[in-house]
């Protein structure tokens, strides 16, 4: 559907590369999506390292690599060219985590006959996907609606300044990520003390930690943004 739009707004000439770019970015809507459940199966195991190293750590760090590479190595580079980076960096991820949860799957797994609940399983994906869909709208909104009426420079500037803000989520992350299997436990055995404490310890971990982000980013935000280039720092207004 979305390629179908992008195929009508972007048909006039000059905006071929936006449509392109569209086209080639949701080639990784499925690869993100089958990462997500195997971040969510490996957690279920208790790997929760295993589980975030993939989109964590290795796939923004093969991408920063390759950006970097490119940039001192090429004059060509543009957003197409950062557009097919950031999709091989997401295939190498997915193929590391694919890998890591093939290697972590017990043996009574694979011998287990498998049971299948379809009723009940698309009742709740259907709210599921309600959900995240109008969560990534509500995201994305802003940029769009920004770049429609001001420009794709503007847009681009506020996108990175929205984007800076993840300094303080990401350990919102970082607590949830081995919380949420500790809460699952504590509540399936019905101990309601553990997962007090847990949801107390968690947002007390949290807060703390995106305080120095939070800080930083009030007071720098103009250096901090000017540091991605001339023009950035402007954004702060």
């Known amino acids: 559907?979305?390629?179908?739009?992008?195929?009508?707004?972007?048909?006039?000439?000059g905006q071929q590369r936006m449509r392109l770019a569209i086209w080639l970015a949701l080639a990784m809507v499925p690869l993100r999506s089958l990462g997500r459940l195997r971040l969510s199966a490996l957690r279920g195991l208790g790997r929760v390292l295993q589980a975030q190293t993939p989109e964590m750590i290795l796939r923004p760090g093969l991408f920063l690599a390759a950006c970097l590479f490119v940039t001192y190595t090429w004059d060509g580079f543009g957003p197409l060219t950062a557009l097919g980076l950031q999709i091989g960096a997401t295939v190498a991820a997915f193929a590391y985590g694919a890998a890591s949860l093939r290697r972590s799957l017990p043996r009574e797994v694979a011998a287990a006959r498998p049971e299948y609940d379809t009723g009940s399983w698309m009742a709740s994906a259907w709210h599921?996907?309600?959900?995240?869909?109008?969560?990534?709208?509500?995201?994305?909104?802003?940029?769009?609606?920004?770049?429609?009426?001001?420009?794709?420079?503007?847009?681009g500037a506020y996108a990175l300044t929205a984007r800076s803000t993840e300094?303080?989520?990401v350990f919102l992350a970082?607590?949830?990520?081995?919380?949420?299997?500790?809460?699952?436990?504590?509540?399936a055995r019905g101990d309601t003390g553990q997962?007090?404490?847990?949801v107390s310890r968690g947002t007390l971990y949290?807060?703390?930690a995106a305080l120095g982000p939070a800080i930083a980013l009030a007071l720098a935000a103009e250096p901090i943004l000017?540091?991605?280039g001339e023009g950035y720092g402007q954004a702060v207004t």
């Open 128 to 155: 599921l996907m309600m959900y995240a869909g109008l969560y990534t709208l509500l995201l994305q909104t802003g940029v769009v609606m920004l770049g429609a009426l001001a420009g794709e420079s503007e847009a």
């Open 226 to 228: 000017g540091f991605f």
């Open 206 to 208: 949290a807060t703390t």
């Open 167 to 169: 300094a303080v989520t």
């Open 195 to 198: 997962l007090q404490r847990a």
């Open 174 to 187: 970082a607590v949830n990520n081995p919380l949420m299997p500790l809460m699952s436990r504590a509540h």
């Open 1 to 13: 559907i979305v390629g179908a739009i992008s195929w009508w707004l972007f048909d006039e000439t």
